[in-house]
């Protein structure tokens, strides 16, 4: 019995170390951001096309819109593009009046995002087929920075092909606190872990970054060369680009002085359905493009891409894991204590240390992410305090969603997710 206890505690020290020593070189981006980014000094002025799919989205997109109209960037020097699906949307009569200018497509056939995207940019392409030098998605319930396009168009001089910008938590703008729930803080450090702690090094280390469906910017060369957007196989189509430049070598650029505002959803069901809908995006996309993959797998830059896009599995099977072991452990020790076995507790205790292990490495991740974007995040100690200590239990609810994703119960529908109808009045 003693033997089988202390194999138990073995088994957990030996994972754990062998999960670190495999996740160690993403954990060390998480410490990349220490020195500001370098800036590059380009003043030469492109033109752009803004790119915006709508569908269904009321009067969210006026936030947007006014962004739009602030922005510092000469407004010669970029043309709106809205992409709606129907053509009594009663969007297509606010944004006449508050921005003419743009120009309002209908795709009625459009079943996703990516569908819609490649309708609109189809269109641009065989209308001005040499006017933009670049093509910027942004999602409808997204608000600009002032100086977003600024920054955009001085990071364009570094020549690169596909470029993602700083998401920050929009929530924050709205002083509800309706806005501001547990479940949109929670979600929103997402996008601190994928930008500042994952796709500021890998820009810098030449790395295909995580490219993130809103705020970014496509060279034009890619998307006549692509004859409009290709990605839409998944339901999660800025991910088919993420391989897509990994498997072709495009070049990716992370611009940390580019700020995108995201809105979050602020009921934890409306969260989970974006989740959802995410990783099984995600893990079709691995589905699709990992042989290819494997395959271009040649030089220190492909392992290194691979490695990219790889890694967060070692997160899954470390998870499942612990959970193993968690409840295996229960088990045992509920048999033993059953049988009257002396030091039946032990099996406890590495139950109790393989949770503890889970929650402790998301601790960490949740007080790094917390720091690095803490200007951000404009909320009280108290309140941080209590973001830290429940945000492990919310990044745990992974663990339900992937396990039905990879049983094969994943959902194929792009489904609306309710928007913060609040934040329309202030906006």
Known sequence: ??????????????????????????????????????????????????????RNEGKTILALLDSLQKQTYDHKLFDVYIIVKEENDPAIEWIS????????????????????????????????????????????????DSMFLCE??????????????????????NSSKNANSWASQCNGLI????????????????????????????????VKQWNGWPFLKTLTEDMELQRCCALHH???EYVSYAVCYVEEATSLHATNLRRNRWMTGVVDCDRLYDEKLKEAKKSSQDKNNFYAIHSLYYVYFYVGFLLILFLLNIILGCVCAGLKFSYFYVFFIVSFLSFANLYLGLFIMTIRCMWVDRKYLPMSWMRRIWISLTHPFYYMGYIGIMTKIFTFKRTKEWKRIARVEFQESEA
């Open 1 to 54: 019995m003693l033997i089988c206890m202390y194999s138990m505690i073995g088994i957990l020290c030996v994972g754990t170390i062998v999960f670190l020593i495999l996740y160690a070189k993403r954990i060390s981006w998480w410490f990349w951001h220490k020195n500001p980014q370098a800036r590059i000094e380009s003043y030469t002025l492109h033109r752009f096309a803004v790119v915006i799919p709508a």
């Open 250 to 252: 495009y070049r990716c």
């Open 191 to 222: 996008w601190t872990l994928m930008s500042e702690l994952g796709n500021r090094a890998k820009s810098d280390l030449g790395i295909v970054t995580m490219t993130l469906g809103t705020g970014l910017l496509l060279r034009s060369s890619l």
């Open 152 to 173: 955009m168009n001085r990071a364009f001089g570094s020549g690169r092909d596909v470029y993602n910008s700083k998401l920050v938590v929009k929530n924050y703008l």
């Open 97 to 144: 009046s508050v921005y003419p200018s743009a120009i309002v497509y209908v795709d009625e056939e459009q079943t996703t995002k990516g569908h819609a995207l490649n309708y609109g940019m189809q269109r641009i392409c065989a209308q001005y087929p040499d006017l933009y030098d670049g093509f910027l998605i942004i999602d409808a319930d997204c608000v600009l």
